[in-house]
Structures are given as C-alpha cells and as structure tokens.
C-alpha cells in the first residue's frame, strides 16, 4: 500500500516540491534497509539519483550495530527535484559519516534530509554538506540528532555551507537537536554566503584567468564534503563528477 503523500506540514518536506512529488509518489519504493553488523564497516556511494519523470529520490533507513561504521557520500544534481534521505540508527560505539555535495542550477529543488537517532552510548556521527546553487535553484539541508537518555558519551556534529553563484537562489539550512542525555558533545553550524571576491582578485592578481580562479574555488570548496572518504580512487571519481556538474554551472 502506498504511503500517503506527504504535505508542509511534516518539516522534513517543508521546503520539498510536493508538486513535482505528486506524479510519481506511487512509482516511488519504500525506504532500502541496511542492517550493518557489529563490528563491520559499510560504505557507499551516490554520484547520481535514479530519475523518474524528473525526480529523483534515494531513501535509506540504516541500522549500525555495536562498534559498526557506515560511510555515505552523495551528491545531488541530476533532477529537478532531487531528495536523498537516510535515517541512521547508531549502537554502542558506532559511528555514522556523511558527505554530501548539493550542486544545483535552473529551476532546480534539491536536498539532503537526514534523522540520525543516538540510540546507544559512546557513537559518534559527522555530517558535512556543500551546496553550490546558480540561477533560481533551491537547495536545502535538513538535519534532526537525536540522543536518548542513556546515549552518554555521545558526539555528533553537523557543518552545513552554500555557497550562492546567482541572488535567485535559494540555501535552506535546517539543523534540529534533542538531547536528552547530559554527558554529550553535539555541535552544528551553518552558513550561506557567496564566492570572496577579495580571494577571486588575489588569484586573478597571480595570473590566473577569473574562470579558473572561479573554478579553482569552487572545486576546494566542495572537497570539505569527500574528505572522509577512505578510497583514493573513489574519492577522485566523485570529486571529478562534481567537478564535471560545478562547470556547467559556472
């Protein structure tokens, strides 16, 4: 039975386009389910979201066992409404990594949702997420850490930056804390701003043409989101597909 079709009213659709959602919801499956033992660590990564009619949805509910590690690195660019989703669920003394890149241009929405539930004691989770937004695109990151009572020893922390190419864009940032335990470190920050001009004028100063300069920013400024990805391979094929998306838009 299809799930019914989510409305404003829930914040983590809030700045979804539910329009866009409504003719292919019930083409869409429920969320994919990845148990990660205890102990064994799981990676993955997302460098383009299956499309149907135009949007392009990823839906993970990730459960981490005992001293488990999941890695996911993503990027979001190929969709007019693009959404990717991941519920995390942390044990005792796991630890959850994301890395997401949010490259938009156009009429574009794209966004990256996460809820992830310190369900144990002594996990540790890192969230860091780049937007490059051009023209009248929208790009927003939603983030709920949730820690339960007895999750001491937690340590979690969110870094969330857009960065905005054309004033018709759009960064939405939205970080959500509950802690209900005390002996805990939980940290998030978020900022939107634009490509320093001062740094563009000093490069440009040392002979380097504005495009590439422009580029050259860009590229750094999105690598803060693949940083933790252990694979050197891996890690140059993603950051070369951003690469790839960040020059169409710029």
Not at 88 to 113: M, R
């Amino acid at each position: 039975m299809t799930a019914p079709l989510p409305t404003r009213r829930d914040e983590s659709w809030r700045y979804a386009d539910l329009k866009a959602l409504e003719t292919v919801w019930a083409k869409l499956d429920g969320p994919e389910k990845i148990n990660v033992p205890a102990g064994e660590t799981v990676s993955r990564q997302i460098a383009e979201l299956p499309v149907i009619d135009g949007v392009g949805m990823i839906d993970l509910d990730v459960t981490i066992g005992d001293n488990a590690t999941f890695n996911i690195h993503v990027l979001a660019h190929n969709a007019d409404y693009g959404r990717i989703q991941v519920k995390a669920t942390l044990g005792n003394g796991s630890h959850f990594e994301l890395g997401g890149a949010i490259l938009g241009s156009g009429k574009q929405t794209l966004e990256i949702v996460t809820e992830t539930i310190h369900a144990e004691p002594n996990a540790t989770s890192n969230q860091v997420v780049r937007s490059v937004l051009a023209d009248t695109a929208t790009g927003s990151f939603l983030g709920s850490i949730n820690v339960a009572r007895h999750a001491q020893k937690t340590d979690a922390a969110q870094s969330v930056k857009s960065m905005l190419l054309d004033r018709g864009a759009t960064a939405n940032a939205k970080p959500e804390l509950e802690i209900f335990a005390d002996d805990v470190k939980c940290a998030h920050g978020a900022t939107v701003g634009e490509l320093d001009k001062q740094a563009l004028f000093y490069l440009a100063s040392r002979g380097l043409p504005p495009t590439l300069a422009k580029k050259l920013m860009l590229q750094a400024f999105i690598a803060d989101a693949f940083v933790s990805v252990d694979d050197d391979a891996v890690r140059e094929a993603i950051e070369s597909k951003a690469l790839e998306v960040l020059e169409g838009l710029s």
